[in-house]
């Protein structure tokens, strides 16, 4: 069974940093593309920065320099760096894996508020 768990959400300063992680089990984690997503109130869900079996990241142009993806295969876990975060970037953060399927996690709640 797979599953995908994020955790390191909450509430936040705007200016404030969070880290995300989301532990995998279930799937030969070193070979899947990993991706975090998000999906703010009344929109779309919208790809925040992926990382693939090689190590090559890519960024949404919202998020660069801000926000960093990285993965520690090791521990079958995938991480967000988020800093200078601003009140946009309030949403439910999701993880997922993709390969020849993709999996999902449940999502973790970051509020960026004063």
């Known amino acids: 069974q797979v599953q995908l768990v994020e955790s390191g959400g909450g509430l936040v300063q705007p200016g404030g940093s969070l880290r995300l992680s989301c532990a995998a089990s279930?799937?030969?984690?070193?070979?899947?593309?990993m991706g975090w997503y998000r999906q703010a109130p009344g929109k779309q869900r919208e790809l925040v920065a992926i990382?693939?079996?090689?190590?090559?990241?890519n960024h949404a142009d919202s998020v660069k320099g801000r926000f960093t993806i990285s993965r520690d295969n090791a521990k079958n876990t995938v991480y967000l760096q988020m800093n200078s975060l601003k009140p946009e970037d309030t949403a439910v953060y999701y993880c997922?894996?993709?390969?020849?399927?993709?999996?999902w996690g449940k999502g973790t709640l970051v509020t960026v508020s004063s």
């Open positions: 997922a894996a993709h390969r020849d399927m993709d999996y």
């Open positions: 279930g799937i030969i984690f070193s070979i899947y593309t």
């Open positions: 990382i693939t079996s090689g190590g090559s990241v």
